[in-house]
């Protein structure tokens, strides 16, 4: 018997069907760090067009989740595209370091006692623990496959980076943009410090909910004299700090008789408020316009101490009784009505929540324990009317998760109006994905208020401000400046807190208020927010290999009131300019239910147990496949369809090297005119292939790149090319121009796909380079992104094969019945038969093979109906014997002496190729 295995092609290959990623993955990082191919990416661009995503930097603190994971690599696929796409595009990782948190991690967790330590060692201890963390997460980000310059990051705590950000701070007090000043401000209790409002979030909060009456003392001949403004509060401990009621001009309002007292309150509340106080039996008595109460004054409920009508648009009719209680010390729109009529500022308040001897009787209690002393002394006065209770969003400390308090205190403020018309002209000059970023952000800027920019903290970036010993005026110029961010840039911004404040000046300075020349050093540190902030000029303008501005920030969708919103309001107080041309977020993972993501919930993924159980490559595929500028959801279900996608796109690369064993693109690359028509069909659709997933990195939608490769691979080849032409790669003589042609084409389609795919699996792409026969680069990280060839593209052939594509989808159909109905095994089984329609006739008399096209053993095209718009398909078994070579059913078998079991084309072929070889 001959043995006829020996002469088929069929497909040898080296690269393993499985892909044992959370094995080979660490191998492959390694090799890269040790070939040093970040630097040699960047070498092979040098000279380049520049594209610079600037790393918004997370805080160093705890372990990665799977949102860090998420941004990571999306700006991995972005920074790898531009490169293969011809650009210089550096990435450099950086890190958030300084702030609360950690501070609350050296006490908790490290149990060192604040008190027992010196600042500057507390500030040693705070940055050896930021610093574990930046290693920690460093090596988790690399895990994920994320190329970048993880050998010299940026820190914000980094003596360099403190540097600048000390003299960004003093450009924008040279321009006026910075002032010292009381203010009622958010303050965490819990934190005992001020919060910008990036560190705020929104939870419900049950409080307290009181109807007070304020006695009138001064009635300007309007309102009788037993009178009583009723006021509406949640917040009775700011009782204490009342200084005025605030109504509104235009608004009526009116006196209620209630039978026991006189009551002032809006018109237009008045049935409300008498059902809530339950006065079943009122009267209005007489009513007037808010402005005609001007000069009215009240008396404080238990306090010698008067609290004046007063007038202001906040007040509306949406609750309350249109009379609003006015504690300039511990609201922002009752501070900003203070300043107006010259109120006084009291905020009996200290730092940790706790009531001073400005609120008699009070003293020493927690705020919220005031609430109910305060609201029993309103009742035993006679004042309270009604008590009960509400449950309303209400603003949290979104470290400690503890609700805070608005407190009037010093603070150093950035003037947001000094810039913010700039800014709002900026914002329309950046490019915005998704578009609705423009408008969220500029909403922000134009409500926004002054940014407090101080923090009662030890571990960040001190002030650099003095204050005179005698008048204690604030003291900062140019030669102040200069010589502290030198002396950071030198010894690190711990030297503050370790030399005297003589060293830490020039020499020959003089307060410019009193001529004195004693200095007393600030205590505050900087907002956390002005470190990360900085970072467009720490690191864009000082690091050789980036341009200032930033081709593009991305960052999650919290970051318009965090680092899109900080980075902007440094830059065009500094520069007029914006630190970005574009902008792009994405939204925030869910669980498969769709439920936010809690570790009280259990629905948290590990990015670390997934590239443990399945690989980072399937993390980024499954990235890759997100709609990430939504909302989007993960869990171990979707990972593992993720992981079957990924197998199948494994399987196609696997099956076009298994193919390619033989083939040496120097050697036996065909050229396009010796094609056949299919060949140049699939390099037409390659090429449309390479535009659409190239647009698709250009604007972002990685989802589209995921999708058109896996439509293209698991459609158009799988189920089509690939299976059509398996014939001729395995059967074929192995250097017939038919076969080195489909070679060929299988060469260039390997080669675009891996270049393709390289930003999103680059560990997987880089396995398939390897194995890719012929001379290369060393790593297709180092190779060009596909254009498209315009040579190529032919709309009349592509049409002609598109259409045909769609009638052989009715013989396939036809054939899957037969199948069902047994009336044939496989389809080499089969015998096609076509009546078809003009049209069709047309067409299928364009195509040659077939018999190949539709992988059966036998075509016959009957004569045109013209009765019929398409195709009729009859399938019967197909006559003859089975090759034992390939397989197909031919009435040619048998009719060959040396070779009884082949069919006429195995024949020939073997006698010309393998006629040694084969024992008959």
């Given at each position: 018997?001959?043995?006829?295995?020996?002469?088929?092609?069929l497909?040898?290959?080296?690269f393993?069907?499985?892909?044992?990623?959370?094995?080979?993955?660490?191998?492959?990082?390694?090799?890269?760090?040790?070939?040093n191919?970040?630097?040699?990416?960047?070498?092979?661009?040098?000279?380049?067009?520049?594209?610079i995503?600037?790393?918004?930097?997370?805080?160093a603190?705890?372990?990665?989740?799977?949102?860090?994971?998420?941004?990571?690599?999306?700006?991995?696929?972005?920074?790898?595209?531009?490169?293969?796409?011809?650009?210089d595009?550096?990435?450099i990782?950086?890190?958030?370091t300084?702030?609360?948190?950690?501070?609350?991690?050296i006490?908790t967790?490290?149990?060192?006692?604040?008190?027992?330590?010196?600042?500057?060692?507390?500030?040693e201890?705070?940055?050896?623990?930021?610093?574990?963390?930046?290693e920690?997460?460093?090596?988790q980000?690399?895990?994920?496959?994320v190329?970048?310059?993880?050998?010299?990051?940026?820190?914000?705590?980094?003596?360099?980076?403190?540097?600048?950000?000390?003299r960004?701070f003093?450009?924008?007090v040279?321009?006026?943009?910075?002032?010292?000043g009381?203010?009622?401000i958010?303050?965490?209790?819990t934190?005992?410090s001020?919060?910008?409002?990036?560190?705020?979030?929104?939870?419900d909060k049950r409080?307290a909910?009181?109807?007070?009456?304020?006695?009138?003392?001064?009635?300007?001949n309007?309102?009788?004299?037993?009178?009583?403004?009723?006021?509406?509060?949640?917040?009775p401990?700011?009782?204490?700090?009342?200084?005025?009621?605030?109504l509104?001009?235009?608004?009526s309002?009116?006196?209620?008789?209630?039978?026991s007292?006189?009551?002032?309150l809006?018109?237009?509340l008045?049935?409300?408020?008498?059902?809530?106080?339950?006065?079943?039996q009122?009267q209005?008595?007489?009513?007037?316009k808010?402005?005609?109460?001007k000069?009215?004054?009240c008396?404080?409920?238990?306090?010698?101490?008067?609290?004046?009508?007063?007038f202001?648009?906040?007040v509306?009719?949406?609750?309350?009784?249109?009379?609003?209680?006015?504690?300039?010390g511990?609201?922002?729109e009752?501070?900003?009505?203070?300043?107006?009529?010259?109120l006084?500022v009291?905020?009996p308040?200290?730092?940790?929540?706790?009531?001073?001897?400005?609120?008699?009787?009070?003293?020493?209690?927690?705020?919220?324990?005031?609430?109910k002393?305060?609201?029993?002394?309103?009742?035993?006065?006679?004042a309270?009317l009604?008590?009960?209770?509400?449950?309303?969003?209400?603003?949290?400390?979104?470290?400690?998760?503890?609700?805070?308090?608005?407190?009037?205190t010093?603070?150093w403020?950035?003037?947001i109006?000094?810039?913010?018309?700039?800014?709002?002209?900026?914002i329309?000059?950046?490019?915005?994905?998704p578009?609705?970023g423009?408008?969220r952000?500029?909403?922000?800027?134009?409500?926004?208020?002054?940014?407090?920019i101080?923090?009662q903290?030890?571990w960040g970036?001190?002030?650099?401000?003095?204050?005179?010993?005698?008048c204690?005026?604030?003291?900062i110029?140019?030669?102040t400046i200069?010589?502290?961010?030198?002396?950071?840039?030198?010894?690190?911004?711990n030297?503050?807190?370790?030399k005297?404040?003589?060293?830490?000046?020039p020499?020959?300075?003089?307060?410019?208020?009193?001529?004195g020349?004693h200095?007393r050093?600030e205590?505050d540190?900087?907002?956390v927010?002005?470190?990360?902030?900085?970072?467009?000029?720490?690191?864009?303008t000082k690091?050789?290999?980036?341009?200032?501005?930033a081709?593009?920030?991305?960052?999650g969708?919290?970051?318009?009131?965090?680092?899109?919103?900080?980075s902007?309001?440094?830059?065009?107080?500094?520069?007029?300019?914006a630190?970005?041309?574009?902008?792009?977020s994405?939204?925030?993972?869910?669980?498969?239910?769709?439920r936010?993501?809690?570790?009280?919930?259990?629905n948290t993924?590990?990015?670390?147990?997934?590239?443990?159980?399945?690989?980072?490559?399937?993390?980024?595929l499954?990235v890759?496949?997100s709609?990430?500028?939504a909302?989007?959801?993960?869990?171990?279900?979707?990972?593992k369809?993720?992981a079957e996608v990924?197998?199948?796109?494994?399987?196609?690369?696997r099956?076009?090297?298994g193919?390619?064993?033989d083939?040496?693109p120097a050697?036996?690359?065909?050229?396009v005119?010796?094609m056949?028509?299919l060949e140049?069909?699939v390099?037409?659709?390659?090429?449309?292939?390479?535009?659409?997933?190239t647009?698709?990195?250009?604007?972002y939608?990685f989802?589209?790149?995921?999708?058109?490769?896996?439509?293209?691979?698991t459609?158009?080849?799988?189920?089509?090319?690939?299976d059509?032409?398996?014939?001729r790669?395995?059967?074929?003589?192995?250097?017939?121009?038919?076969?080195?042609s489909?070679?060929?084409?299988?060469?260039?389609?390997?080669?675009?796909?891996?270049?393709?795919?390289?930003?999103?699996?680059?560990h997987t792409?880089?396995?398939?380079?390897?194995?890719?026969?012929?001379?290369?680069?060393?790593?297709?990280q180092?190779?060009?992104f596909?254009?498209?060839?315009?040579?190529?593209?032919?709309?009349?052939l592509e049409?002609?094969?598109?259409?045909?594509?769609?009638?052989?989808?009715?013989?396939l159909?036809?054939?899957?019945?037969?199948?069902?109905?047994?009336?044939?095994g496989?389809s080499?089984?089969?015998?096609?038969?076509?009546t078809p329609?003009?049209?069709?006739?047309?067409?299928l008399?364009?195509i040659?093979?077939?018999?190949?096209?539709?992988?059966?053993?036998?075509?016959?095209?009957?004569?045109?109906?013209?009765d019929?718009?398409?195709?009729?398909?009859?399938v019967?078994?197909?006559?003859?014997?089975k090759?034992e070579?390939c397989?197909?059913?031919?009435?040619?078998?048998?009719?060959?002496?040396?070779?009884?079991t082949?069919?006429?084309?195995?024949?020939?072929?073997?006698e010309e190729?393998?006629?040694?070889d084969?024992?008959v």
């Amino acid at each position: 018997m001959a043995d006829y295995s020996k002469t088929l092609q069929l497909p040898k290959t080296a690269f393993p069907m499985r892909g044992n990623l959370p094995n080979k993955e660490p191998e492959r990082q390694q090799r890269w760090k040790q070939e040093n191919i970040y630097q040699r990416v960047l070498e092979k661009r040098q000279g380049a067009p520049k594209f610079i995503l600037h790393d918004g930097p997370p805080y160093a603190n705890g372990d990665l989740h799977i949102g860090h994971a998420l941004n990571k690599i999306l700006k991995d696929f972005i920074v790898r595209y531009k490169s293969l796409a011809g650009f210089d595009a550096p990435y450099i990782p950086g890190w958030d370091t300084h702030g609360l948190p950690i501070e609350h991690a050296i006490v908790t967790k490290k149990k060192v006692d604040r008190r027992s330590v010196d600042v500057a060692t507390f500030r040693e201890l705070c940055k050896e623990y930021a610093l574990s963390f930046v290693e920690r997460q460093k090596e988790q980000f690399q895990r994920l496959g994320v190329r970048g310059d993880w050998d010299d990051p940026y820190i914000t705590l980094k003596p360099e980076y403190e540097a600048e950000q000390i003299r960004l701070f003093g450009d924008m007090v040279e321009k006026g943009h910075v002032y010292r000043g009381m203010k009622a401000i958010y303050w965490s209790p819990t934190s005992e410090s001020a919060l910008a409002e990036a560190e705020i979030e929104y939870y419900d909060k049950r409080s307290a909910s009181i109807y007070v009456a304020f006695p009138v003392v001064e009635n300007q001949n309007v309102l009788p004299e037993d009178s009583e403004v009723l006021i509406w509060t949640t917040t009775p401990w700011t009782i204490p700090a009342n200084m005025a009621i605030s109504l509104n001009e235009d608004f009526s309002y009116s006196l209620v008789d209630t039978g026991s007292r006189k009551l002032v309150l809006a018109t237009e509340l008045v049935p409300s408020v008498m059902e809530i106080i339950e006065a079943d039996q009122y009267q209005i008595v007489s009513s007037w316009k808010g402005k005609e109460l001007k000069g009215v004054v009240c008396r404080h409920p238990f306090y010698d101490r008067q609290s004046p009508i007063v007038f202001g648009d906040h007040v509306t009719l949406d609750a309350g009784t249109g009379c609003v209680h006015t504690a300039p010390g511990h609201g922002e729109e009752d501070f900003w009505i203070g300043q107006k009529y010259g109120l006084d500022v009291l905020s009996p308040i200290d730092e940790k929540g706790k009531f001073t001897n400005q609120a008699p009787g009070f003293e020493g209690l927690y705020y919220e324990d005031g609430n109910k002393k305060v609201t029993e002394k309103l009742e035993k006065v006679g004042a309270l009317l009604k008590l009960s209770f509400i449950t309303h969003s209400y603003p949290h400390d979104w470290r400690t998760k503890k609700p805070i308090i608005y407190r009037a205190t010093e603070q150093w403020f950035a003037s947001i109006d000094g810039f913010r018309k700039e800014m709002l002209e900026q914002i329309k000059q950046v490019k915005w994905t998704p578009h609705w970023g423009e408008v969220r952000l500029s909403n922000m800027i134009a409500d926004r208020g002054d940014w407090c920019i101080s923090r009662q903290r030890v571990w960040g970036v001190p002030l650099p401000i003095f204050y005179c010993t005698s008048c204690n005026h604030p003291h900062i110029n140019t030669e102040t400046i200069d010589f502290i961010a030198n002396l950071f840039a030198d010894e690190g911004s711990n030297t503050w807190y370790k030399k005297d404040t003589s060293e830490l000046m020039p020499p020959d300075q003089v307060c410019t208020e009193c001529s004195g020349t004693h200095f007393r050093k600030e205590t505050d540190t900087m907002d956390v927010w002005f470190d990360s902030g900085s970072s467009h000029r720490s690191v864009l303008t000082k690091r050789s290999e980036t341009v200032w501005p930033a081709d593009l920030y991305l960052e999650g969708s919290d970051q318009y009131r965090g680092w899109f919103n900080s980075s902007l309001s440094t830059a065009v107080a500094t520069t007029g300019q914006a630190p970005y041309k574009q902008v792009l977020s994405h939204g925030f993972t869910l669980d498969g239910e769709g439920r936010k993501m809690s570790k009280s919930l259990g629905n948290t993924v590990d990015p670390a147990k997934v590239t443990k159980q399945y690989g980072a490559d399937i993390l980024r595929l499954w990235v890759a496949s997100s709609d990430y500028q939504a909302d989007f959801r993960v869990s171990d279900e979707i990972l593992k369809q993720t992981a079957e996608v990924y197998r199948k796109l494994r399987n196609t690369f696997r099956f076009l090297l298994g193919n390619l064993a033989d083939f040496d693109p120097a050697k036996h690359r065909v050229s396009v005119d010796q094609m056949d028509e299919l060949e140049k069909f699939v390099l037409i659709k390659l090429q449309g292939l390479v535009e659409r997933v190239t647009k698709g990195y250009e604007s972002y939608e990685f989802i589209q790149v995921y999708s058109q490769i896996h439509q293209f691979c698991t459609v158009f080849l799988s189920q089509f090319y690939l299976d059509v032409r398996k014939d001729r790669l395995y059967v074929d003589a192995p250097n017939s121009l038919d076969r080195r042609s489909t070679q060929t084409v299988l060469y260039d389609l390997l080669l675009t796909l891996v270049k393709l795919l390289a930003p999103i699996i680059p560990h997987t792409t880089d396995e398939v380079w390897e194995h890719i026969p012929g001379e290369k680069e060393a790593s297709v990280q180092l190779t060009d992104f596909p254009v498209v060839n315009g040579d190529l593209i032919d709309e009349t052939l592509e049409r002609k094969w598109d259409r045909f594509l769609d009638l052989r989808n009715i013989v396939l159909k036809s054939l899957e019945e037969a199948r069902t109905a047994k009336t044939i095994g496989n389809s080499l089984g089969a015998k096609v038969a076509i009546t078809p329609g003009f049209e069709a006739a047309t067409l299928l008399n364009q195509i040659p093979q077939l018999k190949d096209m539709f992988i059966v053993s036998d075509v016959e095209i009957h004569p045109v109906s013209g009765d019929l718009e398409d195709i009729q398909v009859e399938v019967s078994p197909a006559s003859g014997e089975k090759c034992e070579r390939c397989w197909i059913i031919s009435p040619t078998v048998g009719q060959h002496d040396h070779h009884s079991t082949l069919c006429d084309r195995c024949a020939s072929i073997v006698e010309e190729n393998y006629a040694a070889d084969v024992e008959v």
